[in-house]
């Protein structure tokens, strides 16, 4: 079985714009901005035989302020760019109630059952409680970028990291 890290994709990937202590994905291709030292950090990972894999919540559009198109344009920039073949997505709200929406792990655990991961072997990192959450309920290692949105914070256990570049190069010293 592989080993593989879960990246949420906003605030982690490429940056979150931040409203009133809330972080907002892109709305489209033209307003994602890749964070630094991201490549590098998957090219290293990807060195040292990790699958890497993005799971990312996109409520809005059950909100129906973007579209899944979009959605799907921003995933394949960051496909090109970056070398992620593996995006998994939930385009539900939290009233749908559906297993795929971190904080539950569905997304972990679909990704895990169709590329053959262990997850005991793998890592979650996120910028959001329900990251975190979601990365301790499928039995992954956490690690959690603290950007200080206003929200709750995760509960232990997990290791606090300044970025994704951090987060590696810890993930990589186990």
């Not at 009133?20 to 030292?37: A, C, M, Q, T």
């Not at 090109?80 to 709200?93: E, P, R």
């Amino acid at each position: 079985m592989k080993k593989a890290v879960f990246l949420d994709r906003d605030g982690v990937v490429n940056r979150a714009f931040v409203l009133n202590g809330v972080p907002r994905p892109p709305r489209s291709v033209d307003e994602v901005e890749i964070l630094f030292g991201v490549k590098e950090s998957i090219l290293l990972l990807k060195k040292h035989n990790f699958e890497i894999v993005i799971v990312t919540n996109q409520p809005d559009v059950a909100r129906g302020s973007v579209t899944r198109e979009s959605i799907i344009q921003i995933n394949e920039l960051l496909k090109l760019n970056l070398g992620i073949n593996h995006f998994y997505t939930c385009f539900h709200d939290d009233p749908h109630k559906c297993d795929c929406r971190k904080p539950k792990p569905g997304l972990i655990l679909k990704a895990a059952q169709d590329l053959d991961i262990d997850l005991s072997r793998s890592s979650m990192v996120g910028d959001r409680w329900r990251d975190i959450t979601a990365g301790q309920s499928a039995g992954c290692k956490c690690y959690f970028i603290d950007y200080e949105y206003l929200e709750k914070s995760p509960t232990l256990p997990y290791t606090q990291v300044n970025s994704l570049n951090e987060a590696v190069k810890m993930i990589l010293e186990n």
